[in-house]
């Protein structure tokens, strides 16, 4: 065994996954074979869902009877809400009161009980989590505006039923299929820190609504899903400023600071994902005649990429893109959630088929001679 220390894991390999690969030097993301490019232009996130949880893309038939029942899956039981009504009015943070929302939801899953390996078990319990995660989102945001809550509607895709909640009106074409595109960008990603906490956590046989919540937490930090947020606060910065943004990115640099979405644990390139979102910033700042969100980040991020060398990831473009949209800040993270939410069970999934409780070691540092004295003599 060898004692060489990784710190942060980096470079270890630590298991085998069909579900997506990573080409960090091409800027290639792909989920079970396909491009994300593709997906994301062709495919639905139900249609990504369906192929990260059984391998394959559905046909008509298939496609229709998942989204189906995913969308009958919807409705949160009244205890869960009532939970989510009294976070939202203590003023809880978004990501806290999504994590105890979900936990709760085991409370009146049918299958709770089942055992935790049991895979059609499982595939039920993720559908209901991932259809109630939008629910219990919007519900969040509408009592802390003092707003009634939206039932959700099983006529809508994923995507534009939670629009649909979160607004109280039907979305447009446009504003739907942006969001739905945003979902499956952010379905899956390799091992990244709230995949691999998921993992950790199943592989000790608790289940999908002890892993899934710990992954929510994982995600919350800023160094991983929180990071949109960051963004997005520092381009609203910028705005506020009489400064270009080249000059603005300067006197942050001089402070000290750094300028969030730029850089990536995995890619070495810009990230496949922030191409497609700032191609998609772009039509919705033409839509709108005002292209003021998407030249400020274009000119943020020549002048990084010049100067620093590092391209930006997809959390530079995601932040802009929602903002567009009228999604409120404080929930671009539990927004990450809902789509993540997919690729955390299909990894759950492989990691229940093949499993081996995950447990690394610790290269101790501390003493080993210390002389005890009783508590009296010290």
Do not use: C
């Not at 009146?108 to 209901?128: F, I, S, V, W």
């Not at 009634?148 to 099983?154: C, G, K, L, S």
């Not at 289940?207 to 960051?230: C, F, R, T, V």
């Not at 600071?257 to 994902?273: A, L, S, T």
Request: hydrophobic share 35%; aromatic share 8%; no cysteine.
């Amino acid at each position: 065994m060898s004692d060489e220390l990784k710190k942060g894991l980096e470079g270890v390999l630590v298991a085998e996954s069909a579900l997506s690969f990573i080409d960090g030097d091409e800027g290639r993301l792909i989920y079970r074979g396909y491009e994300i490019e593709d997906l994301a232009r062709g495919a639905s996130y139900e249609e990504v869902l369906y192929l990260l949880w059984h391998g394959e893309l559905p046909n008509r038939e298939q496609y229709d009877e998942f989204r189906d029942t995913m969308a009958a899956e919807r409705h949160v039981d009244d205890g869960v809400i009532d939970t989510v009504r009294e976070l939202a009015e203590q003023d809880e943070e978004p990501m806290a009161a999504l994590r105890t929302g979900v936990s709760q939801l085991s409370a009146y899953d049918p299958d709770a009980a089942a055992d935790p390996t049991d895979r059609e078990a499982n595939l039920r319990k993720g559908r209901r989590i991932t259809a109630k995660i939008p629910t219990i989102l919007a519900a969040y945001d509408r009592v802390r505006n003092g707003e009634e809550i939206v039932e959700p509607r099983e006529d809508l895709s994923h995507a534009a039923n939670f629009l649909y909640m979160l607004n109280g009106e039907e979305p447009n074409d446009v504003l739907a299929e942006t969001f739905d595109m945003a979902l499956v960008l952010h379905a899956d990603h390799g091992l990244n820190a709230s995949t691999f906490t998921s993992m950790v956590i199943s592989s000790t046989l608790a289940d999908l609504h002890s892993s899934i919540p710990g992954a929510i937490g994982a995600l919350s930090g800023s160094l991983h899903g929180g990071a949109n947020q960051d963004v997005m606060e520092a381009l609203l910065e910028l705005d506020d400023t009489d400064m270009e943004p080249v000059e603005w990115v300067e006197h942050l640099l001089d402070e000290g600071r750094r300028v969030p979405g730029f850089g990536h644990r995995v890619y070495n390139v810009k990230d496949p994902r922030a191409k497609i979102l700032g191609e998609r910033s772009k039509e919705l700042g033409e839509a709108a005649g005002d292209l003021k969100w998407y030249e400020y980040s274009t000119s943020i991020e020549e002048y990084i990429m010049d100067e620093k060398g590092l391209a930006p990831n997809v959390d530079f473009y995601s932040s802009s893109t929602y903002y567009q949209m009228g999604i409120p800040i404080d929930i671009y993270t539990p927004i990450f959630v809902m789509s993540r939410v997919g690729g955390w069970i299909a990894h759950v999934l492989e990691q229940y088929e093949d499993n081996r409780l995950i447990r690394p070691r610790a290269r101790y540092v501390g003493s080993e001679h210390e002389d005890f004295v009783a508590l009296g003599e010290r």
